[in-house]
């Protein structure tokens, strides 16, 4: 069965990086998409950024273009969220999902999801 695991949240100051890892396992290779979404509290679960396992292609959200960048090592089943000039509206739980097509920006086309990293921004 896939697994996936989030890690590299955390708290940062305004202005300042990160970068989110999403480990992979179990993996089926009908997964061609991955994904990161966010949730605020209070707010619903919007799509980040999207990438394909097999060509590498991406997508991504208008709100984090140039500032977030998404890729994937194929060789280690995993995949990360650069994230880049943080501010405090990135401030949320961040999700890693798996889908069968790419690209996919609603959560119900995604069947298995991370368990969430904390990622807070302060100003």
């Known amino acids: 069965q896939e697994k996936l695991v989030e890690s590299g949240g955390g708290l940062v100051q305004a202005g300042d990086s990160l970068r989110l890892t999403c480990a992979a396992s179990?993996?089926?290779?009908?997964?061609?998409?991955m994904a990161w979404f966010r949730q605020a509290p209070g707010k619903e679960r919007d799509f980040v950024a999207a990438?394909?396992?097999?060509?590498?292609?991406?997508y991504q959200a208008d709100s984090v273009k140039g500032r977030f960048t998404i890729s994937r090592d194929n060789t280690k089943n995993t995949m990360y969220l650069q994230m880049n000039s943080l501010n405090s509206e990135d401030t949320a739980i961040y999700y890693c999902a798996a889908a069968l097509r790419f690209p996919v920006t609603r959560p119900q086309n995604y069947h298995t999801w991370g368990q969430g990293t904390q990622v807070t921004v302060s100003s």
């Open positions: 179990g993996r089926t290779f009908s997964s061609n998409a």
């Open positions: 990438i394909s396992w097999s060509s590498g292609s991406t």
